[in-house]
């Protein structure tokens, strides 16, 4: 048997710290569906505890964790570091043997920290809500995820998403977010001496119903990788959601990721279908997923999964799973599906729903 510790992250949220923790459990259960270990008796021996003061998630798997094993563990949003736990046979002390950590990073952490906004999602939480959807979708094919966030804002999902390696695609209906978003990502690339190509171009509708404006990144980290076509795609897009099947083909996405706005800080709108106006701000997402999620669930691949946090105050648990059963999504409602609601604060608990098409 081996036994192993997992030193959290300090940058969780001192608000929802007691919650972390069995966020943190249940995201190591979710991503486990894709590891080697044997999944219910890591699950079984899973708990929190305190170690010469300092509180870990422990475990126990009974084969030495691989590398791929590692490497999954390796980029969950809450592991800081991690320990083997050995103990010696002279009086029975507990030894840590330190596992280094080996989660693929395509580009610097640095890229979701910098631009800091009113609103903005936690990075952490947004790794989460990612790791969350990759280690839930099932796919045979080879190369890197595709990740849609259909409430983009100004790109914290889209930035999360490229540090893990996947093309990222993200639709925004504030024209001066996704503004903000384009400039700072154009200048991240330019400082960090990416190889790049950027396209921006107008879109339009069938008798103008709808308008948006398009931005695609095409980007290499070397002049070998530029040239040998080993690119990654970022996109955004400043226009309405709810037409993401005229954006995009059929079945395109692996995954489908989204921080619903909380009707605090952001309330929930439409475009009117033929003005293209914006609607008057909501609190309650419903409306907003009753027209989009139809076009969500057209361009996210069989198999594959959403994942979505909202503000339960607003809209409770049992009705975001109507919502989504009656558009045709088999939400996920296994135990550790359930360990993630939390208190933002007064005004905010925010919870999150899995589903796969």
Not at 24 to 39: G, Y
Not at 92 to 103: H, M, R
Not at 228 to 256: L, T
């Amino acid at each position: 048997m081996h036994n192993y510790a997992i030193l959290c992250s300090p940058g969780h949220s001192r608000v929802y710290f007691e919650a972390s923790r069995e966020m943190a459990a249940s995201e190591l259960v979710i991503a486990l569906r894709k590891a080697d270990v044997d999944r219910e008796a890591v699950k079984d021996s899973l708990k929190h505890e305190k170690i010469a003061g300092i509180w870990y998630l422990t475990f126990a798997a009974g084969e030495k964790l691989t590398q791929g094993d590692i490497e999954i563990i390796s980029g969950l949003s809450f592991v800081f570091a991690m320990f083997e736990v050995l103990v010696l046979e002279n009086g029975g002390e507990i030894s840590f043997l330190p596992v280094e950590k080996t989660a693929v990073q395509y580009m610097d952490e640095s890229v979701s920290h910098i631009l800091k906004y009113a609103g903005k999602t936690n990075e952490l939480f947004t790794r989460m809500m990612i790791n969350i959807a990759a280690y839930s979708q099932d796919r045979a094919d080879a190369g890197p995820l595709r990740l849609l966030d259909p409430v983009a804002g100004k790109g914290t999902t889209l930035y999360e998403g490229l540090i893990k390696g996947y093309d990222v695609y993200g639709v925004e209906i504030g024209d001066a977010a996704v503004n903000e978003a384009y400039h700072y990502f154009k200048r991240f690339l330019e400082l960090g001496k990416f190889k790049h190509t950027v396209e921006t171009r107008r879109v339009c509708g069938p008798n103008k119903s709808y308008m948006a404006e398009r931005h695609t990144f095409e980007i290499a980290r070397t002049k070998e990788e530029q040239r040998g076509k080993d690119v990654r795609i970022a996109e955004i897009i400043a226009g309405n959601s709810m037409y993401a099947d005229e954006f995009y083909k059929k079945n395109f996405f692996d995954i489908i990721v989204g921080d619903l706005p909380y009707g605090v800080a952001h309330g929930n709108v439409l475009n009117d279908t033929k003005r293209d106006k914006k609607s008057s701000p909501t609190r309650n997402p419903s409306e907003l997923l009753a027209a989009c999620l139809p076009a969500w669930r057209e361009v996210l691949k069989p198999g594959g999964a959403i994942v979505l946090a909202w503000n339960s105050f607003v809209l409770p648990r049992d009705k975001m799973e109507a919502i989504f059963a009656e558009k045709g999504f088999a939400v996920l409602n296994e135990g550790e599906y359930l360990n993630f609601s939390h208190r933002v604060d007064q005004a905010i608990m925010r919870d999150v729903i899995a589903a796969r098409k």
